[in-house]
């Protein structure tokens, strides 16, 4: 069994689709796969759904492992996260797209 561990930065993400979304429990639900996106991006390429601004569902393959992307850095520029988006290496585009904490659908 998986302990459930919410870190400062989880809790950070959870206040702000809190208060985006107006729901505590899909704050919770959704902090918690980021959380698991997270890891997945750092790791590897991972594969996720999120809403985009429009509406419309987007399917992404995207890294933020530095091994895959190191040449697409260019150090420019503030952290998404100041942001409340995370930023993402889409491997089929080759560029970087972000997206929004409360958007996130689903993890696979």
Request: with cysteine; glycine share 6%.
């Amino acid at each position: 069994m998986n302990a459930l561990v919410i870190t400062d930065t989880t809790s950070v993400r959870m206040n702000v689709i809190a208060q985006r979304t107006q729901n505590l429990l899909i704050a919770g639900a959704k902090a918690m796969m980021i959380e698991n996106l997270k890891h997945k991006l750092r790791t590897g390429v991972a594969h996720f759904i999120f809403q985009k601004k429009n509406g419309e569902l987007r399917e992404m393959f995207a890294t933020t492992n530095p091994s895959l992307v190191k040449r697409h850095i260019n150090g420019r520029g503030e952290s998404r996260e100041l942001y409340a988006t995370t930023a993402v290496f889409d491997c089929e585009l080759g560029e970087w797209r972000s997206f929004r904490w409360e958007s996130i659908v689903k993890v696979f």
